[in-house]
T-cell receptor, first 113, second 115 residues
Framework: GQNIDQPTEMTATEGAIVQINCTYQ??????LFWYQQHAGEAPTFLSY????GLEEKGRFSSFLSRSKGYSYLLLKELQMKDSASYLC??????????????FGKGTKLSVKP | ETGVTQTPRHLVMGMTNKKSLKCEQH?????MYWYKQSAKKPLELMFV???????ENNSVPSRFSPECPNSSHLFLHLHTLQPEDSALYLC??????????????FGPGTRLTVL
């Protein structure tokens, strides 16, 4: 089966660091994506990992361990505007003819002053 | 992100109505997608078009009918919907759905309410 798990909600303080975890079980693996989605808006692409390790992009970093079926998104120096849902998605080459994305339910992050 | 636009942004319709959702991408991509996003559920892929040919249909009810007249435009025609079809309908596009580094870019969505 195919399953993507991430926490439903998290709360953090402005200026702090937060880590959002994602675990996956899929038939195959061809990359993991993180998207940010503000309420009522489009999901926007944040990061992509296909090899193990850490990818850093400004205040955001994403980590992947393929052997553990595990990823996390790390947000540093949190700002109020980071309050949003964070979606984890895996590209499964056996999930469809085009290797479609399988999404988790998303983690709603609330940043408080 | 204005690369992918969707209209209307909000739609309320009765179960006997017929309506259409429109998506347009300005990114020069070759593939377009329709997703359904319901509360507390993962994004669900509905349809994929690559070079204007439908290549994926995840067992979506026939009351949803997609149309892709060219690589920049995608429609979702709706008829005799059910209240459980109320959701956010998202359109996305990407350059090469078979490519390892392919990334999907989303539109803002249409919030659909079926009464």
């Amino acid at each position: 089966g195919q399953n993507i798990d991430q926490p439903t909600e998290m709360t953090a303080t402005e200026g702090a660091i937060v880590q959002i975890n994602c675990t996956y079980q899929t038939s195959g693996f061809n990359g993991l994506f993180w998207y940010q989605q503000h309420a009522g808006e489009a999901p926007t692409f944040l990061s992509y990992n296909v090899l193990d390790g850490l990818e850093e992009k400004g205040r955001f970093s994403s980590f992947l361990s393929r052997s553990k079926g595990y990823s996390y998104l790390l947000l540093k120096e949190l700002q109020m505007k980071d309050s949003a849902s964070y979606l984890c998605a895996v590209r499964d080459p056996y999930g469809g003819s085009q290797g479609n994305l399988i999404f988790g339910k998303g983690t709603k992050l609330s940043v408080k002053p | 992100e204005t690369g992918v636009t969707q209209t209307p942004r909000h739609l309320v319709m009765g179960m006997t109505n017929k309506k259409s959702l429109k998506c347009e991408q300005h990114l020069g991509h070759n593939a377009m997608y329709w997703y359904k996003q319901s509360a507390k559920k993962p994004l669900e892929l509905m349809f994929v078009y690559s070079l204007e040919e439908r290549v994926e249909n995840n067992s979506v009810p026939s009351r949803f009918s997609p149309e892709c007249p060219n690589s920049s435009h995608l429609f979702l025609h709706l008829h005799t919907l059910q209240p459980e079809d109320s959701a956010l309908y998202l359109c996305a596009s990407s350059q090469d759905p078979a490519g390892v580094l392919d990334t999907q870019y989303f539109g803002p969505g249409t919030r659909l309410t079926v009464l």
